[in-house]
C-alpha cells in the first residue's frame, strides 16, 4: 500500500488505497464512487472539455464526481501522458473504460503503466471484454442483455422483451463485477506483492448473474420462454396486480406457509393452498388473485399486509421508497448537495463508510492533488501554465 493521498481524513476499510479513475460514462465512475465511499482516494483525470454535454450534470447532482480529487489533463501531449504515469507509479489501481486499444493507442496501456508500477491493479471495463469478434463494438446496458440472454427472459410472456433499467448489464454485471476484481487483485497482490490486469465485461458479468438459471434449466425446471417460469411473473403468486387506484402491488410467496398467509389475507379460496404448485390451477388462481387486489387501494392493501409473513408489498416510485418507514428507520437515504440519493452500502461495524461529497476548491485545485503526488508547486504551476493540466 501506498498510504492515503487524500488531504482530508477518510473513513472505510478502503482507507489507505490510491485509485486513478479514467473518466467516462456508467459502470466505472459508479465503481469509483463505491470505493470512494469505502474509504478510498480516487483521482479522476478528466478530459479538457466534455464532447458529451447533453450528458452533464450540475456537480451537485453529478455522482461521477463526487468524492473524487479531479484533474482535467490534455493527454493528446505526451507531458499529460507522462503525469498520468507519474500519478500511477503512487496509486494501488488504475480503473478505464474505454473500448479495447483506446488507452494503448495514448500511451497508457497495462504494458506500460505497470513497467512504471509492477504491483498496480489495472481494472478494465468494457461491454464485450478485451478480444473476440466483438470486443471493439459500441454497446450499452440493452445491448449486452440482449447477447447474454437475459433480456429475452424478462417481460411479459405474450408481450415484447423488457430491459430493467440499466441496472443488470451496466452496474451488476459491470460495477459490481470490476469491485470484486479489485478486491479479489488487491488480496492477492498482498501475498505476491504483484500488480495484474482484470478485464471485465459486462455481458460476461450479468451472465454471470443468470448462472443459477442456467442450472434450472438443465435440470429441466426452467422454460427457455419467458412469463413461463416461477420467477418470472409465469407463477400467479410471483407477480404484480393493479390495484384499484391503478397502483400496484407485488406479491412474492412462494414457500406454502408463506402462500398459506397470503391466502388467509386476500382472502383466495381454500382450496389453492394445498394445490400451490399445480399449474394446471394457476390461470384461474391468477384471474382470482387480480380480481380480488382491484377491489381495494394499493395503500388499503399495504395494510392488509403490514406485519405478515405473507411477502407481499406495494410497489413504489424512487420518490416513495425513499420515505418509507423502514428506509426512514434505517437512515437509507441521504441528502447530499440539492438531491437525495442511497446511503453507502454495505454497512461496517468496525470501519464506517461515509458519503462522498460534491467536489470543493480543495478537489478541484491541481496544485493541491498534485503535491500529494509529491509533484512540487512550481511544477504544477508550470503544467497548468502551459495548458497540461486544467484549472
Not at 473513513?11 to 469509483?32: C, D, N, Q, R
Not at 384471474?287 to 413504489?316: H, N, S, Y
Not at 509529491?374 to 511544477?379: A, L, N, P, R
Amino acid at each position: 500500500m501506498n498510504g492515503s493521498l487524500s488531504p482530508e481524513p477518510k473513513t472505510g476499510p478502503l482507507v489507505g488505497l490510491t485509485v486513478i479513475e479514467m473518466a467516462g460514462l456508467g459502470p466505472v465512475p459508479l465503481a469509483s464512487l463505491i470505493l470512494s465511499e469505502m474509504g478510498a482516494d480516487v483521482v479522476r483525470i478528466e478530459r479538457q472539455s466534455s464532447d458529451r454535454p447533453f450528458l452533464q450534470l450540475p456537480d451537485d447532482c453529478n455522482l461521477d464526481r463526487h468524492g473524487r480529487s479531479i484533474l482535467k489533463l490534455d493527454l493528446k501531449q505526451p507531458q499529460g501522458v507522462e503525469l498520468v504515469l507519474r500519478l500511477a507509479e503512487k496509486a494501488d489501481a488504475l480503473v478505464e473504460g474505454f473500448r479495447p486499444g483506446a488507452m494503448e493507442r495514448i500511451g497508457l496501456g497495462p504494458d506500460t503503466v505497470l513497467k512504471r508500477n509492477p504491483a498496480l491493479i489495472y481494472g478494465r471495463m468494457t461491454g464485450f471484454g478485451q478480444d473476440g469478434p466483438l470486443a471493439g463494438r459500441a454497446g450499452h446496458d440493452i445491448t449486452y442483455l440482449a447477447l447474454s440472454g437475459i433480456l429475452h427472459a424478462i417481460g411479459p410472456g405474450e408481450g415484447k422483451p423488457i430491459p430493467p433499467l440499466n441496472l443488470v448489464g451496466d452496474y451488476a454485471g459491470g460495477t459490481m463485477m470490476l469491485i470484486a476484481g479489485l478486491l479479489a487483485a488487491l488480496f492477492q497482490r498482498t501475498r505476491t506483492g504483484k500488480g495484474q490486469v482484470i478485464d471485465a465485461s459486462m455481458v460476461e458479468g450479468a451472465s454471470m448473474l443468470a448462472a443459477p438459471i442456467h442450472a434450472f434449466m438443465a435440470a429441466g425446471q426452467w422454460n427457455d420462454k419467458r412469463g413461463q417460469n416461477l420467477l418470472d411473473s409465469g407463477a400467479p403468486f410471483y407477480d404484480t396486480y393493479e390495484t384499484a387506484d391503478g397502483r400496484h402491488m407485488a406479491v412474492g410467496c412462494l414457500e406454502p406457509q408463506f402462500f398459506a398467509e397470503f391466502a388467509r389475507l386476500l382472502p383466495l379460496d381454500a382450496h389453492f393452498i394445498g394445490a400451490q404448485y399445480e399449474k394446471n390451477l394457476w390461470p384461474r388462481m391468477r384471474e382470482e388473485i387480480a380480481t380480488m387486489f382491484r377491489q381495494k387501494t394499493r395503500d388499503q392493501w399495504a395494510e392488509v399486509f403490514a406485519g405478515t409473513d405473507a411477502c407481499v408489498t406495494p410497489v413504489l416510485s424512487f420518490a416513495e421508497a425513499r420515505q418509507h418507514p423502514h428506509a426512514v428507520a434505517r437512515q437509507a437515504y441521504v441528502n447530499v448537495g440539492q438531491f437525495e440519493r442511497p446511503a453507502p452500502s454495505p454497512r461496517f461495524s468496525a470501519s464506517p463508510t461515509a458519503v462522498a461529497a460534491p467536489p470543493d476548491k480543495t478537489t478541484l485545485d491541481p496544485s493541491a492533488i498534485l503535491a500529494r503526488f509529491g509533484i512540487s508547486e512550481s511544477d504544477a504551476e508550470a503544467l497548468v501554465k502551459s495548458g497540461i493540466v486544467g484549472q
